[in-house]
T-cell receptor, first 112, second 112 residues
Framework: GESVGLHLPTLSVQEGDNSIINCAYS??????FIWYKQESGKGPQFIID?????DKRQGQRVTVLLNKTVKHLSLQIAATQPGDSAVYFC???????????FGSGTRLSIRP | DVKVTQSSRYLVKRTGEKVFLECVQD?????MFWYRQDPGLGLRLIYF???????EKGDIPEGYSVSREKKERFSLILESASTNQTSMYLC???????????FGQGTRLTVV
């Protein structure tokens, strides 16, 4: 069956440094890979997505990298700020209209 | 402003009770989802609906059913609540042409 997993459940980063959150997936048929951020007491919020025909996509302070050869996805956050403290989930979807399967999440904490 | 509203933030129910969790979205989205979130397990998909009266089982549908009689409303039903259904329940909706799902605030259900 499908599974999406993350390498590390927690990540601690110095404020101002770059953060890299990793994710592995198993379903080669997925066409979309998505990152969500969940702050304490809130529902997850969309950050960025990438289609399977791309290997890199950039947003504001974030970059997502996709390596289909090893089924690996990563989220890079530049110049990490206290407001980036949250749980980050990777997710995959077969199409833009199908179900979304989430991984287990990585909690990012920021050291002052 | 985009909105997904879950009817209750906190619920306490007794074992064996029939429980209804309601979710309403105001974005005219076709797709709606119910997830449960447990520590270390991420978000697990219970059910997915891609249109009115249409549904698809997720990864953990046992013990749950759903109802989608109107486009804006998606209900999750626990036929006979059990203590292992104590969890955070998250509802989400999404349009048909993009991957950004919008989540409600969640309902923390405790079954005693």
């Amino acid at each position: 069956g499908e599974s999406v997993g993350l390498h590390l459940p927690t990540l601690s980063v110095q404020e101002g440094d770059n953060s890299i959150i990793n994710c592995a997936y198993s379903n080669s048929a997925s066409d979309y890979f998505i990152w969500y951020k969940q702050e304490s007491g809130k529902g997850p919020q969309f950050i960025i997505d990438i289609r399977s025909n791309m290997d890199k996509r950039q947003g504001q302070r974030v970059t997502v990298l996709l390596n289909k050869t090893v089924k690996h996805l990563s989220l890079q956050i530049a110049a990490t700020q206290p407001g980036d403290s949250a749980v980050y989930f990777c997710a995959e979807s077969y199409s833009s209209a199908s179900k979304i399967i989430f991984g287990s999440g990585t909690r990012l904490s920021i050291r002052p | 402003d985009v909105k997904v509203t879950q009817s209750s933030r906190y619920l306490v129910k007794r074992t064996g009770e029939k429980v209804f969790l309601e979710c309403v979205q105001d974005m005219d989205h076709e797709n709606m989802f119910w997830y449960r979130q447990d520590p270390g397990l991420g978000l697990r998909l219970i059910y997915f609906s891609y249109d009115v009266k249409m549904k698809e089982k997720g990864d953990i549908p046992e013990g749950y059913s759903v109802s989608r009689e109107k486009k804006e409303r998606f209900s999750l039903i626990l036929e006979s609540a059990s203590t292992n259904q104590t969890s955070m329940y998250l509802c989400a909706s999404r349009g048909p042409t993009n991957t950004e799902a919008f989540f409600g605030q969640g309902t923390r259900l405790t079954v005693v």
